[in-house]
């Protein structure tokens, strides 16, 4: 299994460009998230979804949307990029019956707004 | 509502030194809670876990309990090596929520 994979790893766009952040898991896993890494705040989770076709926001939603359309699949889209965004991102997933719900996590995209 | 607190950072030890991560958190209900680490440019990965109260979570020489009196959670190593030098995250997830809220991270840089 690879397990989850993101794509791209690194990623410089300019203010108010668009772009899809890509995340797939080969598990089988019902549920996947998004989070998002800023220095001195941990990781906070901007959607997740918990199986195809049921998305929700979590704590930092606005400027990014997703889709589940598989189960395979989880992609973020950032509709009009800002500097605010720049972040490392993580997807992870976790399926039903996880002991403590436990997540595995993809490898990040780094993002650059300028 | 849930939160997690940890040890502010960054960290610096000698090899072979014991090393303390503090982690508190405040949750409804009995959250499971997490360690978590992340190597310079790579990933998160499970260090450990513990899903009920007096639990110890251990991996790799970390030990952690699950304290309920206290709501704490703190890691511990009895003696660290250079490639112990990472970010350690502190997290929780409720029962029913299939999301973690995390702790702000703790960098740790171990010196030969």
């Known amino acids: 299994n690879a397990g989850v994979t993101q794509t791209p790893k690194f990623q410089v766009l300019k203010t108010g460009q668009s772009m899809t952040l890509q995340c797939a898991q080969d598990m089988n896993h019902e549920y996947m998230s998004w989070y998002r890494q800023d220095p001195g705040m941990g990781l906070r989770l901007i959607h997740y979804s918990v199986g195809a076709g049921i998305t929700d926001q979590g704590e930092v939603p606005n400027g990014y949307n997703v889709s589940r359309s598989t189960t395979e699949d989880f992609p973020l889209r950032l509709l009009s990029a800002a500097p605010s965004q720049t972040s490392v991102y993580f997807c992870?997933?976790?399926?039903?019956?996880?002991?403590?719900?436990?997540?595995?996590f993809g490898p990040g995209t780094r993002l650059t707004v300028l | 509502g849930d939160s997690v607190t940890q040890m502010e950072g960054p960290v610096t030890l000698s090899e072979e030194a014991f090393l303390t991560i503090n982690c508190t958190y405040t949750a409804t209900g009995y959250p499971s809670l997490f360690w978590y680490v992340q190597y310079p440019g790579e990933g998160l990965q499970l260090l450990l876990k513990?899903?009920?109260?007096?639990d110890k979570g251990s991996n790799k020489g970390f030990e952690a309990t699950y304290r309920k009196e206290t709501t704490s959670f703190h890691l511990e190593k009895g003696s660290v090596q250079v490639s112990d030098s990472a970010v350690y995250f502190c997290?929780?997830?409720?029962?029913?929520?299939?999301?973690?809220?995390f702790g702000q991270g703790t960098r740790l840089t171990i010196n030969p």
């Open positions: 513990a899903t009920k109260a007096d």
């Open positions: 997290a929780l997830s409720v029962a029913g929520a299939q999301k973690l809220v």
């Open positions: 992870a997933s976790s399926y039903y019956g996880a002991e403590g719900n436990e997540q595995f």
